[in-house]
T-cell receptor
């Protein structure tokens, strides 16, 4: 399956701590994206990393991609209670309109 | 920019009736839109890819006669759940792809369907 597999499935941390979430996959990809979803809401795009990139930053977010290990990580630094949400990695293989395949998601709880 | 809306946000219908959900790209044109469903605490499962002016492409296991998709314009796609049953109750999310630049999809806020 091309579906990404995130781990851990659930993560609970204290406000101010860093949160690291991982995504592994099985086949080649064009790019990998991370999304956030607040309970009962739509998805918010966080960051996209292409297959030829190794690391990207956006504010408190840092994403790495290791294509040799077929894995990606999302690091949220100095977490806040508002970061509490579900986080999904999503993979694409093909062209501009290729479909996304989502992982099962990680539930992050940040305790104030 | 890149806002996608869905209407309605929440709908309750009786078993056997049909429900239409709209997905609109508000400030860009989308030749391709995607429809997903999500069960509680689970991932998004792609149902179909909607292409403007042509028939939708359905994923394996998704009944095209039950989930009718119409992509009538570059800013509007509709999903109609026909003869709804309680097992169709779910969170339906659409996304739209401008088809340029990175392969980002802009997601709508979702529609919660409850079939009683």
């Amino acid at each position: 399956s091309q579906q990404g597999e995130e781990d851990p499935q659930a993560l609970s941390i204290q406000e101010g701590e860093n949160a690291t979430m991982n995504c592994s996959y099985k086949t080649s990809i064009n790019n990998l994206q991370w999304y956030r979803q607040n309970s009962g809401r739509g998805l918010v795009h966080l960051i996209l990393i292409r297959s030829n990139e190794r690391e990207k930053h956006s504010g408190r977010l840092r994403v790495t991609l290791d294509t040799s290990k077929k894995s990606s990580s999302l690091l949220i630094t100095a977490s806040r209670a508002a970061d509490t949400a579900s986080y999904f990695c999503a993979l694409t293989q093909g062209g501009a309109n290729s479909k996304l395949t989502f992982g099962k998601g990680i539930t992050l709880s940040v305790r104030p | 920019g890149a806002v996608v809306s869905q209407h309605p946000s929440r709908v309750i219908c009786k078993s056997g009736t049909s429900v239409k959900i709209e997905c609109r790209s508000l400030d860009f044109q989308a030749t391709t839109m995607f429809w997903y469903r999500q069960f509680p605490k689970q991932s998004l499962m792609l149902m179909a890819t909607s292409n403007e002016g042509s028939k939708a492409t359905y994923e394996q296991g998704v009944e095209k006669d039950k989930f009718l998709i119409n992509h009538a314009s570059l800013t509007l796609s509709t999903l109609t759940v026909t003869s709804a049953h309680p097992e169709d109750s779910s969170f339906y999310i659409c996304s739209a792809n401008p088809g340029t630049g990175p392969h980002e999809q802009y997601f709508g806020p979702g529609t919660r369907l409850t079939v009683t």
